[in-house]
């Protein structure tokens, strides 16, 4: 499979641009965009070849799950069996931003998608262009870091179609991503915990939750 690149601005990417990335998306082959949160790999997550196609790309163990973007609360609510209170004030704090949450999994989402954990790992970008590929698909899309697993993700359109090129149909190149990567806090259990420390400090999470 070629790869082909696509130039452009991350803040408004072009309408054709954003289309093309949609609908290879509904066709089940994954995409690398820039985010706020440096490059991902996006793929449905309803389709199971295009599941298996992200973990083909990434070289991951499929006991590994798969993070998810939405468009807010309303579409996150769609994806999870339940949300606590917590998951409210962190959203409310954090969100949009490089903040993911993982949650209990609805059953509408296929169960390879977490790992078989069934648990769901969640977040709202910043990002227009993750931004503007959501709203032309009107769903939550799979959003997993762009690189071969164990290997340091993609900071640059020109870095993500080396290593990927011939594993994914698409890469939209938007220059250097110079976020820090996402901060993941599990909040299923009783106690929450920070499972990676990104961009949000593990203090600031406890600030926002302290008394929940």
Not at 39 to 55: Q, W
Not at 151 to 180: H, K, M, N, W, Y
């Amino acid at each position: 499979m070629a790869t082909d690149l696509i130039e452009i601005d991350p803040d408004q990417p072009h309408a054709d641009a954003v289309e093309r990335a949609a609908a290879l998306i509904r066709a089940g082959q994954v995409v690398a965009v820039p985010t706020d949160a440096l490059y991902t790999l996006m793929a449905d997550p309803f389709n199971l070849a295009a599941v298996g196609r992200v973990f083909q790309a990434k070289g991951r163990q499929p006991q590994r799950s798969l993070p998810v973007l939405v468009t807010g609360a309303a579409m996150a609510e769609e994806l999870a069996r339940e949300l606590s209170s917590r998951f409210y004030v962190l959203a409310r704090r954090f969100w949009p931003g490089p903040l993911t949450m993982i949650v209990p999994a609805s059953a509408k989402l296929p169960l390879r998608v977490t790992g078989n954990t069934g648990r769901l790992a969640m977040r709202q970008s910043r990002s227009g262009t993750a931004n503007a590929i959501l709203e032309a698909l009107g769903q939550p899309v799979i959003s997993t870091s762009a690189n071969i697993s164990g290997q340091p993700t993609c900071r640059t359109g020109i870095e993500a179609f080396g290593v990927l090129d011939a594993r994914v149909a698409l890469v939209l190149d938007g220059g250097p991503c110079s976020g820090g990567g996402s901060t993941t806090v599990d909040i299923t259990e009783p106690y929450w915990r920070v499972m990676k420390e990104g961009a949000i400090t593990e203090k600031e999470i406890a600030e926002s939750l302290q008394g929940s």
